[in-house]
């Protein structure tokens, strides 16, 4: 464009784009003038009726012109300019559609607006003949509740129908006539409703012709096999029939139905063709062919007769497309005479054959209806044309396909003649009884469908991969034919395609279908077709949608329907056209036009179609890239001013159109064309279209290469190697994903240019990462077959089939010089697609340089550029990586290339120049190192050593020690020292490995990072890494696999271990070794079952606390030593169920049970607590059993053997020598329950018979004192005996005490450092939170908030105070709280052991004492670790002085004095560790020690108990009078719910409540102390129950206090008062006794024991 011209266009200012041109149609020599009036308006989109015309500009304002009846007004004749349609002011209009004589505009928010002629209801508008406004419709879903309003996007309008297309992808209609689409025959439709028989499809586009709808509707997924319907909704035939034959089956599922037909009388005539068939039949031929020599006859027949250049219908299309055969619905034959032919043509046998079996496969009668509807409808005749023309229709309709799919056995002419024939009344019987019934047939359907699932393949008929291109199985509804039962020869043909025909089924990928638009397309027409315009190979209406078949997989894009024709649009810019052609307006001369045949359009390739009247536009590229406007039409020359009509042969460029600008709309409407044009401003117009020309020239080529080069390859046979076939696959199928994401690019270009041209919704802007990752991935493909030579492989088998299309390569692949070598030609053709990376990088430059620098645009548009540039340089790098490391593999000694050779690798370096050896090699040895992508090899004579580069470490080593130009190589299992010839070999060979093992852990070394300018290496791998590994040769890992990190050759952290023979370690390691916490699996083979143990490991052994489950059932918990139960544990054996379960819990040392522990033998109902030895019962013990014996003694291996003390449940007591379990031998004393004994020999066992030998006392036979026996009779003897000759409490659990003592990191009890013990306490509180983060579950919040508390440790400068004593009281309550904690743990172990001893057969009464005494035993041993953490603790029993301010004068309760004077010598607290720990212990504890207290006062109790019943019959003043409690004390009112009343005789259970239910509260607490303190309180509100009413001071006497509580005490009804009182005995601390609490203490016992001795009048 020169400056002048370019000056006047700026001054024409914002008009340079969407200026709009119109001109009379009907003639070729045409010049477009301007429309006037729309000055400086961009106009988007028009709309064209016959006579008017709609402009909507880009503000989403409408303008009408041309002549409009509809409006009231002058300008209802013809308004030249263009009008403003104000209605529609302030809605903003998307997109508008002109109908003939009506017109309709979509706004943005989905309303559709219609005006203009309503004589058929075209503008939904009821009685209304024209609406002069744009009136709003409304639209709404009647199946969804409440209605909602549907969303319109498109609209199309015929001339008497509208339809809308919804947000949901669904049609919706209104108007007149079969074209609707609607079942239904009232019209007009003024209220739009849903054409239901697309609902549920994604509907892309629709067009209105003047009398028939086209919608473009995206194909079902492959995968999406719905339940498939039997038969067929409207004609109920059976969509999928089945033949038998004697060694197949044949499926078959070409169901078309006849309903779309509207039909109209006089056909019914055609219904008789179905006797001929019965005539034909007789001439059977007689069996003279075998079926197998048939077999081959028939297909060559099929064959001859499809093919034969005869039938003058195969169009020939320069060869490039599917002849016309492919298509089902051709009527290949146009007259009679050749159909006879064709049938004369196929055998006789053939016919009768096909005919015999053909008779219904359905029982019940059919309909009047469905009779006639069963022809295939023809020219009305005889009846044999009627069944020749059956024929001839069931062979165009399937096709090439019967012909390559019959040896496949899918198919043949026979099951095509059961579909297209429903038996007609006449010949209801089932004939020829082969055919099975509806039953039969649904269950093979079903053995179908699951045979195809085991298939996983979506076709059986493997011959034919254009077939499966156009994705057979992708009708609507369609289930793909195949086998049951195959003969052999079939099978070795199928076997031999199988491998290869899966990998041109383009791969679509979801992502790509949703962004960009779709080219898995079918057609769908329906309407009047009287003019062939549906494409259905017929001339009658369809009133519901129909699939047009022949348009399957011809990846149309775009649909424009004119008058009586119609047109679609291909991805591959061609134009198919069918339907009246009288003008020449289809664009080609061929016959007949019912169906779609490809238009003749020059230029390079069609990019937008606009069909009129009775014509149409074309819009095609030139090669400069400016798009020329074909005309094809009626052509009105003017000579001698005799008007001579004409039309054009094939479509004509208008010349002058080119002059005005670059086109970007065309539309054509009845009297008029018009075009949008864009002036190109500064080139980016320009640089617009020429991307979008080239990326559709581009995609035909791609698709060239796909059906010319790629598809025949992969159809040839021995291509080597099973892996080759299987690379050469992918490269295919990921060739076919590129080249279906540039299709879906060209298609989405095209639209792009018709809209606004921003550049920021560019799809290679907006979607980069789709283009690129497939072009990455493609390029993986395509090197690594490559790699592996095959080229070279392909080059062989190929030869035959590429030297005869030399030519047709060298065009594809743009080498031109002479004598190329094959391999070169092949390599060129598949690593041209990246150049055209160079050119997207270019046209986003070019378009960037229309933009100031500063704007976003100008940014994004030059990073996308930069991006595509850096993968363009990144892949042609990794193309010379593969080149370089093919021809590394052609000169590499041939034994090692086959191990070593993969898809994947890459050479880097090798060092055949002898640049790097090992160090201290032999003289004559051979060391060649060759560095791959992912290995470091090190090849010797005939052997090879590959080491992964994700386990190799690399570095130089120093100078001095003599290594001059060293590397040093560490992997896990060998260190290699490398000499290389010279520093800078060295440091090329260190550069090298260090990138490479860098570019091996990120494992991205296809994706660079776009746009970052290419990625700068970084020349330190990490030294600390995540990888795998198979150890080969280290004795205790051989043959194992570790995954997880590494530190320098060594396993170092988290991963995971498998052993070949299946152990497996899943922990933490470190420096190679098991160590911290981790989990193993070791399996076993006669249990066929695990060992399992999940704990801590230290230098790759078990150590520290852990879980071992043995696959025999018994269960480990405790600690472990060198792979040893060493230390505490506690083993369980078998369930409940099994044979002998039973329960250790104890001490181990060495894998034995060593020291004391506790048995428990569930089968046999006894628990042993005593000492062990090599894991026999050892030193002495105790054993209770379930039935109440008890026995303390020694034990020798086992056995009661030795001193002991039996005792049975009923006191009977024998204390001697024992040989044996429960077997008295020797002396010893035996006392009876009455005290009586007998002393001397015994021997046998006991609970069977006895032998004695000595002497019967009867003590209380002696009267005299002196006289009497050492023996007591009371139980107090037996308590006092027992425990001498049980283990000492301070010897039990000691494995306990010394585990937490070594957790602080002491040797032996109080030997260490302090702080060094805190230091271990954080250590082991911060790693077992580390550990329970990664299973949050195990941590509650409040336990993490103790776990943060507990870091903290407490300090105490200066003297000890009460204060600091509450500290340290607190610290330990939490401590106690987790057992993350080491007192923590101990406490927890301390409470399992406890219980496990004395829960069960364990709660035996004779064991309290010992429970009591163990309780005593933890405390002392825990308060010396206390003390040891808190040395500033006083001892045992020091005080610690009150505060002065603390020191007021508290009332004594005894005494009237003020008590300054405390029990101690000196007032304050006195330091126990009773007070310290039993608050913390105590809690724990306390169900099983109560139990014993229970057990063992149970006597006393319920004597107790029954005297409490009774006393508690009583009314308060007889109570409080039998009791003898002075009057004085007694209440007179008492308060009852709030209320005050006046105590009568008959008041019950109100006197002293609140004392009452004070002392209720001692069995809700734990420690002494506590109970001790509600003692006190009930003491209190006693005596403040008496000063109410006494009104005066007053001292309390116990004589008068006694009778009081003795009464609070009965009316509490404590149940179980005498285990308190013995807890609170055993367990008070000793400084109270004497002291005020003790005294109440003495009161509660003296009344317990009061009430049990009441004598009761």
Not at 296 to 323: F, I, W, Y
Request: proline share 5%; hydrophobic share 35%.
């Amino acid at each position: 464009m020169d400056a002048q011209e370019r000056s006047s266009e700026e001054a024409e200012g914002a008009k340079e784009r969407g200026l709009v041109y119109i001109w009379k149609a009907g003639s070729c020599s045409v010049t477009p003038e301007r429309l006037p009036g729309l000055s400086g308006k961009t106009v988007l989109q028009a709309a064209l009726g016959i006579h008017h015309g709609l402009l909507l500009t880009e503000g989403g304002e409408v303008y009408s012109f041309g002549k409009l009846p509809w409006r009231s007004g002058p300008e209802e004749l013809c308004a030249s300019s263009p009008i403003l349609e104000n209605t529609l002011l302030g809605h903003h209009v998307i997109t508008v559609a002109a109908g003939s004589f009506h017109n309709g505009a979509v706004t943005e928010s989905g309303v559709v607006y219609m005006w203009g002629n309503n004589s058929a209801g075209q503008c939904a508008v009821a009685d209304q003949p024209c609406v002069p406004e744009p009136q709003p419709i409304s639209i709404s879903d009647s199946e969804t509740s409440p209605l909602l309003s549907v969303r319109i996007l498109q609209l199309a309008c015929g001339e008497e129908h509208t339809l809308a297309l919804s947000l949901s992808r669904e049609i919706w209609a209104w108007g007149s006539g079969c074209q609707l689409g609607l079942i239904t025959t009232t019209f007009p439709v003024t209220k739009p409703q849903k054409v239901e028989h697309l609902a549920g499809r994604v509907v892309l586009q629709i067009a209105c012709g003047a009398y028939h709808s086209l919608a473009l509707v995206q194909c079902l997924p492959v995968q999406e096999m719905k339940p498939i319907p039997e038969r067929c909704n409207h004609c109920s035939q059976l969509l999928i029939t089945m033949t038998d034959k004697e060694d197949h089956v044949i499926i078959s599922d070409s169901h078309c139905c006849p309903l779309g037909v509207a039909l109209s009388g006089k056909q019914t005539e055609n219904s008789v063709f179905y006797p001929s068939l019965d005539t034909l039949e007789g001439k059977s031929v007689a069996g003279s062919q075998s079926e197998d020599s048939q077999k081959p006859l028939v297909e060559d027949h099929t064959l001859v007769a499809l093919e034969s250049d005869g039938a003058s219908a195969l169009s020939s299309n320069d060869g490039q497309e599917d002849s016309g055969i492919s298509s089902p619905g051709n009527i290949l034959f146009p007259d009679k005479k050749e159909v006879k032919e064709y049938v004369v043509g196929l055998p006789d046998h053939l016919l009768n054959e096909s005919l015999e079996k053909n008779i219904s496969t359905e029982p019940e009668q059919p309909s009047q209806e469905e009779q006639i509807s069963a022809c295939i409808p023809g020219p009305p005749g005889t009846s044999t044309s009627a069944l020749n023309s059956l024929v001839a229709s069931c062979a165009s309709a399937v096709g090439v396909r019967v012909a390559a799919t019959y040896e496949a056995g899918a198919l043949s002419l026979k099951k095509v003649m059961n579909f297209y024939g429903t038996p007609s009344s006449e010949t209801g019987s089932q004939s020829g009884g082969g055919s099975p019934g509806p039953e039969a047939l649904r269950d093979s359907r079903e053995e179908q469908v699951r045979l195809e699932s085991m298939q996983g393949k979506k076709s059986s008929s493997l011959v034919d991969i254009r077939e499966e291109e156009s994705e057979g199985g992708s009708r609507r509804l369609s289930l793909p034919g195949l086998l049951s039962q195959v003969s052999p020869r079939l099978l070795r043909k199928v076997g031999r395609a199988k491998m290869r025909t899966v990998a041109l089924t383009p791969t679509y990928s979801g992502e790509a279908d949703a962004l960009l638009p779709s080219l898995r397309t079918e057609v769908w027409s329906w309407g009047k077709g009287k003019e062939g315009q549906l494409g259905h190979g017929d001339v009658l209406p369809r009133l519901q949608p129909l699939c047009v078949k022949s348009l399957d997989g011809k990846e149309v894009i775009h649909l424009s329907a004119g008058g009586h024709h119609s047109l679609a649009l291909t991805a591959k810019s061609q134009v198919y056209s069918w339907g009246s052609n009288i003008s020449g307006q289809l664009g080609h001369l061929s016959s007949p036009t019912t169906v779609p045949r490809l238009a003749k359009v020059c230029g390079n390739g069609v990019w937008s179609t606009a069909a009129g009247l009775d014509y149409s536009l074309f819009l095609a590229d030139e090669d400069d890239f400016q798009p020329g406007l074909y005309y094809s039409g009626q052509e009105t020359t003017t000579e001698n001013t005799l008007y001579e009509n004409s039309c054009t042969k094939s479509p004509i460029l208008l010349v002058s159109c080119s002059k005005m600008g670059y086109i970007s709309n065309v539309i054509a409407g009845g009297d008029n064309c018009l075009v949008l044009v864009d002036k190109n401003v500064m080139g980016y117009i320009a640089s617009l279209h020429e991307l979008a020309s080239t990326e559709r020239r581009f995609y035909c080529k791609l698709s060239e290469i796909k059906s010319q080069v790629l598809r025949p390859l992969l159809g040839l046979d021995n291509l080597g190697s099973a892996s080759t076939i299987q690379l050469l696959q992918e490269m295919a199928s990921r060739f076919s994903k590129l080249c279906y994401l540039i299709g879906q690019h060209g298609a989405s270009l095209s639209s792009f240019l018709h809209g606004v041209k921003e550049a920021r919704s560019l799809a290679i802007l907006k979607h980069s990462s789709l283009f690129l990752d497939s072009y990455t991935e493609y390029c993986t493909s395509v090197t690594n077959f490559l790699v592996m030579g095959g080229f070279m492989l392909l080059a062989k088998p190929a030869i035959g089939f590429l030297s005869k299309n030399q030519e047709l390569l060298q065009k594809l692949s743009e080498k031109n010089e002479e004598n190329v070598q094959l391999v070169e030609v092949l390599n060129a053709l598949f690593f041209m697609p990246f150049g055209r990376l160079h050119s997207y990088a270019r046209t986003l430059l070019k378009l960037a340089t229309c933009f100031e620098v500063a704007s976003p645009e100008y940014q994004k548009l030059q990073d996308s550029s930069s991006c595509y540039e850096s993968l363009a340089v990144h892949l042609s790098r990794k193309r010379k990586e593969a080149e370089y490391t093919l021809g590394f593999w052609k000169t590499f000694p041939g034994k090692m290339t086959d191990s070593l050779r993969k898809p994947e690798r890459r050479l880097i370096c090798e060092s055949s120049n002898r640049g790097l050896s090992l160090q201290h090699a032999g003289r004559f040895s051979v060391n060649w190192f060759i560095l791959f992508n992912d290995a470091l090899v090190h090849a010797q004579f005939s052997t090879h050593h590959i080491f992964s580069l994700s386990t190799l470490w690399v570095e130089a080593l120093s100078e001095e020690a003599g290594n001059v130009n060293g590397l040093k190589i560490t992997t896990p299992e060998e260190q290699l020292v490398l000499v290389s010839s010279s520093p800078q070999e060295k440091n090329k060979w260190l550069r090298a490995i260090s990138q490479a093992v860098d570019q091996a852990l990120r494992g991205t070394s296809d994706l660079i990072l776009y746009g970052a300018g290419g990625n700068v290496p970084r020349q330190e791998p990490p030294i600390s890494r995540s990888a795998k590994y198979t150890f080969y040769k280290d004795p205790r890992f051989k043959d194992a696999v570790y995954d997880g990190r590494w530190l320098s050759g060594k396993p170092h952290g988290r991963g995971i271990l498998k052993w070949a023979d299946g152990r497996m370690y899943s922990g933490s390691f470190r420096t190679g070794l098991e160590d911290g916490f981790g989990e193993y699996r070791v399996p076993n083979k006669v249990l066929n079952k695990d060992d399992h143990y999940v704990g801590y490991w230290k230098e790759g052994k078990m150590c520290g606390h852990g879980v071992y489950s043995y696959a025999t059932g018994e269960v480990y918990e405790g600690c472990f030593q060198d792979n040893m139960r060493h230390g505490h544990g506690l083993l369980r054996s078998g369930k409940l169920t099994s044979s002998s379960p039973s329960m250790f819990i104890g001490q181990w040392t060495m894998d034995k049970k060593s020291g004391y522990g506790v048995f428990d033998d569930i089968t046999r109902g006894e628990k042993y607590m005593g000492m062990w030895q090599d894991d026999l019962c050892q030193g002495n013990g105790v054993v209770v059993t379930q039935f109440g014996l008890y026995y303390e003694g020694a034990f020798s291996t086992n056995k009661m053997m030795g001193t002991g003390i039996l005792l049975s449940e009923d006191d009977t007591v024998y204390e001697g020598e024992f040989s044996d379990n429960w077997t008295l031998n020797g002396k010893g004393t035996l006392t009876l329950p009455n005290g009586d004994y007998i002393e001397g020999l015994f021997s046998g066992e006991w609970g069977s018979g006895i032998k004695i030998t000595g002497t019967y006392f009867k003590p209380s036979l002696y009267e005299n004192e002196k006289d009497k026996p050492k023996a007591l009779l009371t139980g107090h003897f037996v308590r006092r005996k027992l425990g001498i000759l049980a283990v000492p409490p301070d010897e039990k659990w000691k494995a306990v005490f010394e585990e937490c003592w070594n957790q602080l990191g002491c040797e032996s009890p109080g030997q260490g450092d302090r702080w060094k013990a805190w230091d271990n306490i954080a250590v082991a509180l911060t790693t077992n939170r580390r550990h329970h983060k990664d299973s949050p579950e195990v941590l509650s919040r409040s336990h993490t908030q103790t776990l943060e508390s507990l870091e903290f440790i407490p300090q105490h400068i200066g003297a000890f105070t009460l204060e600091k004593y509450e500290n340290i009281k607190k610290y330990l309550i939490k401590a106690c709280d987790t057992p993350l904690h080491p007192l923590g743990k101990l406490v927890e172990t301390l409470v399992a052991v406890y219980r496990m001893t004395y829960v069960g057969v364990g709660a035996n009464r004779r064991l309290l004492q010992e429970a009591v005494r163990e309780i005593k035993s933890y405390l002392k041993r825990i308060f010396q670790l206390v003390r040891f953490l808190f040395p500033d603790l006083p001892d045992e029993g020091s005080t610690i002085p009150f505060q002065p301010t603390e020191t007021k004068g508290r009332r004594s309760f005894c005494s009237g004095k003020s008590d300054s004077r405390s029990e101690s010598p000196e007032p304050g607290y006195v330091v126990t560790s009773f007070g310290l720990l039993l608050p913390v212990l105590l809690p724990r504890l306390y169900p099983p020690l109560f139990m014993l207290y229970a057990l063992d006062n149970e006597r006393e109790e319920d004597t107790y108990w029954e005297c409490v019943l009774r006393l508690n019959k009583q009314t308060d003043l007889a109570l409080l009078g039998f009791l003898g409690v002075q009057v004085k004390f007694w209440p007179e009112t008492v308060s009852i719910l709030g209320e005050s009343r006046k105590v009568s005789s008959n008041t019950k259970d109100a006197c002293f409540a609140s004392a009452i239910e004070c002392l209720q509260q001692i069995s809700t607490t734990f420690t002494p102390a506590d109970k001790l303190k509600v003692i006190q309180q009930t003491f209190e509100e006693i005596s403040q129950n008496v000063l109410k009413s006494l009104q005066e001071d007053f001292l309390w006497s116990m004589d008068d206090l006694l009778p009081i509580f003795l009464y609070v005490v009965l009316r509490a009804r404590i149940r179980n008062l005498g285990s308190e009182v013995h807890l609170i005995e055993d367990l008070m601390d000793p400084y109270l006794q004497h002291g005020e609490q003790g005294i109440m203490f003495t009161t509660l016992k003296a009344c317990y024991y009061q009430i049990q001795h009441e004598k009761l009048t």
